[in-house]
């Protein structure tokens, strides 16, 4: 398998729409791993993973990681929309670096203003739907911690990549539309997160990035 694809999700609606462009757009061999509960992914079908306890995104995604089969391994959020040849553009970039360098490849994310409200600093460079090598993510020993819930899991990922002297990769023809519209299961169920996951990072790496003008500055 080239490629899988983590979608953690709730909301039957979105991952439909999610998944219909996932399979519509990447044009390479690719697995959909879903990770829900069992009733919405008896309503999904396809491969999936059991999370009734819908404890964390964080938990949910390593859940999913126990089941890749794929070379490579991305993380999408069911609010993602790939587009055309996304993964296959960011696959043939992050193919020609150094196998022994562990690579973190970070897409360009837009919305519907057309900036990219998810690429920004940590005082080093992070993605927000990461995607690594299966091998990478073994030598590198986390993807997205669960000492996280819901939020800074992505940068942490960054930063720990950085640690190791790896590299994340830009590949500005990759393509993923992403609107975060937060609705009122997703504040009652993340948002209440958001100041232990931020106070743990910044204990961690000693300093926190600010939000601005949607990108994140040191």
Same mark, same amino acid.
């Given at each position: ?40 992914? %008896? ?8 999370? *009734?306890?819908?404890?964390g995104t964080t938990y949910a995604i390593s859940n999913g990681l ?11 959020? *069911? ?20 196998? *022994?360098?562990?690579?973190?490849? %970070? ?14 600093? &940590? ?19 986390? &993807? ?9 899991? *992505? ?14 990769? %830009? ?41 601005? %003008? ?5």
């Open positions: 398998m080239k490629l899988s694809i983590i979608l953690p999700t709730l909301r039957i609606d979105n991952a439909k729409r999610c998944i219909q462009a996932i399979n519509a757009n990447t044009y390479i061999e690719h697995e959909i791993i879903i990770v829900s509960t069992a009733e919405i992914l %008896n309503c999904l079908g396809g491969v999936g993973v059991v999370d *009734d306890k819908c404890i126990e089941k890749v089969s794929g070379e490579w391994v991305v993380t999408l959020s *069911d609010d993602a929309i790939p587009c055309p040849h996304w993964v296959g553009h960011m696959i043939t970039i992050l193919d020609k670096q150094p196998k *022994d360098k562990i690579v973190l490849g %970070n897409f360009e994310v837009f919305d519907h203003t057309g900036t990219m409200p998810h690429i920004g600093y &940590y005082g080093k460079q992070f993605s927000m739907f990461p995607i690594m090598r299966q091998e990478d993510i073994k030598k590198l020993g986390v &993807y997205y911690s669960t000492d996280f819930n819901s939020f800074y899991s *992505d940068p942490n990922l960054g930063m720990e990549v950085a640690k190791a002297h790896g590299e994340v990769i %830009n590949v500005p023809t990759a393509k993923i539309y992403h609107v975060f519209n937060p609705d009122e299961m997703w504040k009652n169920s993340k948002a209440k997160y958001w100041e232990h996951d931020e106070l743990l990072f910044k204990e961690r790496w000693g300093y926190l990035g600010e939000w601005k %003008n949607c990108e994140v500055i040191q």
